[in-house]
């Protein structure tokens, strides 16, 4: 029996060798077929199938069916009002005919033509030999276009999505005198407003939120590689791009632009939890004291304490980070939500459902048995998944600890003869608490499918212009696009919002005022651990 045994491991073993070998062939293949259709300039098909995590119904449930959000048919005359009439006879009028009223047919027109305007100012000399002169509304004191032109010119670009030559091109036909340098400074220059705006949308969102998902993308700066991350939640959006990507620079975009390092209790219980070594303890002191304002005012400081290598430097570095980010008001109890990447594990971190499904799905199965095993965990998954939802709704004490008991039989399980799936099982329990951050907090998503959305908006913009060139149009291509979707969240028309600022009227109150109106409703209990 024993030499059975032994039998059946040695045989097991060369079976996950050669599955192992048949694995990475197979992705081998794969990879030779894309390189093969992208010279024959071919479709390919995708990686993996989409997540079932958040259908709203079982597959093969009847139900009526649903229409798209936003489909319904409504009036489109509602509030529809009329600013000239024109009355039109008939051709011939017979002379007995009596006139019977009007029939009426309205035509929406939009009237496109560049306006000059000449402010003629007034210059009076005194007796004293000064000038007086009579000031332009203040409107119109920034340059010499006007807010509804800038105004389109930002809407057009950061909303649109129209490139610079083409919308050059447009205006130009429309006879606007404007050249590609003076266009690229409506777009990109002189923006302080807008950014201060910004920043401060960042801090109260954070300061108000109880979670905020993030995620990132790439973005080419310069010709060179970069990082854009975004930060929010269902009230804000913020945009940061960054040279690298890395747990530093998240925590420099939860800062915002006003960073701060701090080696407070935070960043000493940081340190600990990766074990710095004695030697450098010894070299720390820690308080709520601001030991810097910036990298090399920072970099100077662990020169000074000789902390020179690379490994302690990054540790200390994102500990004092950390440890400003607090002092300037996160909650050292903010969840943050994100696909798994590393650099996102701060604070109270939490796991996407639907990116943690995909390991699962990536499982192909050599047999069918081990097919079957990974069809059942999946309908067992999606079922445990509804489950989530329906606590979501209405949070319940004995239904968060029903749901802790289901994780553990869930992801308990064993398969013998599939070790692969039993390796993805074992990530699912080692990742636990990161999976059921909601069951202590309703409000948080069970997926990051909003931070996806948000960057969507990046991505798309940047098929559209590429890369930036300069530090003021990259800043400013994160200022708009942040405030743009952050408008969007707050039920804000963007154009109605540029116009305002730019006009100064005050017609659309702060972003970070309404952020804190709408975040103090109050929140659904959280339940107690």
């Given at each position: 029996?024993?030499?059975?045994?032994?039998?059946?491991?040695?045989?097991?073993?060369?079976?996950?060798?050669?599955?192992?070998?048949?694995?990475?062939?197979?992705?081998?293949?794969?990879?030779?077929?894309?390189?093969?259709?992208?010279?024959?300039?071919?479709?390919?098909?995708?990686?993996?199938?989409?997540?079932?995590?958040?259908?709203?119904?079982?597959?093969?449930?009847?139900?009526?069916?649903?229409?798209?959000?936003?489909?319904?048919?409504?009036?489109?005359?509602?509030?529809?009002?009329?600013?000239?009439?024109?009355?039109?006879?008939?051709?011939?009028?017979?002379?007995?005919?009596?006139?019977?009223?009007?029939?009426?047919?309205d035509v929406q027109e939009f009237n496109l033509e560049c306006h000059h305007i000449r402010f003629r100012l007034a210059?009076?000399?005194?007796?004293?030999?000064?000038?007086?002169?009579?000031?332009?509304?203040?409107?119109?004191?920034?340059?010499?276009?006007?807010?509804?032109?800038?105004?389109?010119?930002?809407?057009?670009?950061?909303?649109?999505?129209?490139?610079?030559?083409?919308?050059?091109?447009?205006?130009?036909?429309?006879?606007?005198?404007?050249?590609?340098?003076?266009?690229?400074?409506?777009?990109?220059?002189?923006?302080?407003?807008?950014?201060?705006?910004?920043?401060?949308?960042?801090?109260v969102g954070i300061e108000t939120a109880k979670y905020i998902q993030t995620d990132d993308t790439g973005a080419r700066?310069?010709?060179?590689?970069?990082?854009?991350?975004?930060?929010?939640?269902?009230?804000?959006?913020?945009?940061?791009?960054?040279?690298?990507?890395?747990?530093?620079?998240?925590?420099?975009?939860?800062?915002?632009?006003?960073?701060?390092?701090?080696?407070?209790?935070?960043?000493?219980?940081?340190?600990?939890?990766?074990?710095?070594?004695?030697?450098?303890?010894?070299?720390?002191?820690?308080?709520?004291?601001?030991?810097?304002?910036?990298?090399?005012?920072?970099?100077?400081?662990?020169?000074?304490?000789?902390?020179?290598?690379?490994?302690?430097?990054?540790?200390?570095?994102?500990?004092?980070?950390?440890?400003?980010?607090?002092?300037?008001?996160?909650?050292?109890?903010?969840?943050?939500?994100?696909?798994?990447?590393?650099?996102?594990?701060?604070?109270?971190?939490?796991?996407?459902?639907?990116?943690?499904?995909?390991?699962?799905?990536?499982?192909?199965?050599?047999?069918?048995?081990?097919?079957?095993?990974?069809?059942?965990?999946?309908?067992?998954?999606?079922?445990?998944?509804?489950?989530?939802?329906?606590?979501?709704?209405?949070?319940?004490?004995?239904?968060?600890?029903?749901?802790?008991?289901?994780?553990?039989?869930?992801?308990?399980?064993?398969?013998?003869?599939?070790?692969?799936?039993?390796?993805?099982?074992?990530?699912?329990?080692?990742?636990?608490?990161?999976?059921?951050?909601?069951?202590?907090?309703?409000?948080?998503?069970?997926?990051?499918?909003?931070?996806?959305?948000?960057?969507?908006?990046?991505?798309?913009?940047?098929?559209?212009?590429?890369?930036?060139?300069?530090?003021?149009?990259?800043?400013?291509?994160?200022?708009?696009?942040?405030?743009?979707?952050?408008?969007?969240?707050?039920?804000?028309?963007?154009?109605?919002?540029?116009?305002?600022r730019l006009r100064g009227d005050g017609q659309i109150p702060p972003l970070p005022d309404l952020i804190r109106s709408?975040?103090?409703?109050?929140?659904?209990?959280?339940?107690?651990?």
């Amino acid at each position: 029996m024993r030499r059975q045994q032994e039998q059946i491991a040695v045989q097991q073993q060369i079976i996950d060798t050669l599955e192992t070998q048949l694995k990475k062939q197979g992705e081998r293949i794969e990879q030779l077929e894309v390189e093969l259709k992208t010279l024959k300039k071919l479709k390919g098909k995708p990686k993996i199938r989409a997540s079932r995590l958040n259908e709203s119904k079982a597959e093969g449930e009847e139900g009526e069916e649903r229409k798209r959000p936003g489909s319904a048919k409504r009036s489109k005359k509602k509030g529809f009002g009329c600013y000239e009439e024109k009355i039109i006879q008939p051709d011939e009028i017979p002379e007995n005919a009596k006139f019977n009223g009007y029939r009426d047919y309205d035509v929406q027109e939009f009237n496109l033509e560049c306006h000059h305007i000449r402010f003629r100012l007034a210059e009076y000399i005194t007796e004293e030999g000064t000038s007086i002169v009579g000031k332009l509304p203040s409107e119109y004191r920034y340059g010499h276009y006007g807010p509804m032109l800038v105004g389109y010119i930002l809407y057009q670009h950061y909303h649109c999505r129209v490139s610079q030559p083409l919308l050059h091109e447009q205006l130009s036909e429309w006879g606007v005198e404007i050249s590609k340098g003076q266009l690229h400074t409506l777009l990109c220059e002189h923006k302080a407003s807008f950014h201060a705006e910004q920043q401060q949308v960042l801090k109260v969102g954070i300061e108000t939120a109880k979670y905020i998902q993030t995620d990132d993308t790439g973005a080419r700066h310069q010709g060179k590689n970069g990082y854009c991350t975004v930060i929010g939640n269902q009230w804000f959006t913020y945009f940061r791009s960054t040279d690298r990507k890395s747990r530093q620079s998240f925590l420099e975009t939860l800062q915002g632009e006003s960073l701060l390092y701090v080696l407070n209790e935070y960043a000493h219980d940081y340190l600990k939890s990766y074990g710095l070594s004695a030697k450098d303890w010894e070299k720390l002191t820690f308080s709520a004291q601001t030991l810097a304002r910036e990298q090399r005012e920072w970099s100077d400081y662990l020169k000074d304490l000789g902390i020179v290598g690379k490994q302690t430097s990054r540790l200390v570095t994102e500990a004092a980070l950390l440890g400003g980010a607090i002092e300037q008001g996160v909650d050292i109890h903010l969840k943050i939500l994100s696909d798994g990447a590393p650099q996102f594990n701060v604070l109270v971190h939490a796991l996407c459902w639907i990116h943690a499904e995909r390991a699962l799905r990536r499982l192909s199965g050599e047999t069918p048995q081990q097919r079957q095993n990974i069809e059942q965990m999946q309908q067992l998954l999606w079922e445990y998944y509804q489950q989530l939802k329906v606590y979501q709704q209405n949070p319940d004490t004995s239904m968060k600890l029903q749901l802790e008991q289901d994780f553990e039989q869930l992801f308990g399980r064993c398969f013998l003869n599939h070790s692969a799936l039993n390796k993805v099982l074992n990530q699912f329990r080692a990742r636990k608490d990161e999976l059921l951050r909601m069951l202590d907090c309703p409000q948080l998503p069970l997926h990051n499918n909003g931070s996806e959305s948000d960057i969507r908006e990046y991505v798309t913009l940047r098929k559209v212009s590429g890369g930036t060139r300069s530090e003021a149009g990259r800043r400013a291509r994160d200022t708009f696009l942040g405030l743009k979707k952050t408008c969007r969240k707050l039920g804000i028309s963007f154009w109605r919002f540029l116009i305002s600022r730019l006009r100064g009227d005050g017609q659309i109150p702060p972003l970070p005022d309404l952020i804190r109106s709408l975040s103090s409703t109050p929140p659904q209990e959280s339940i107690p651990t």
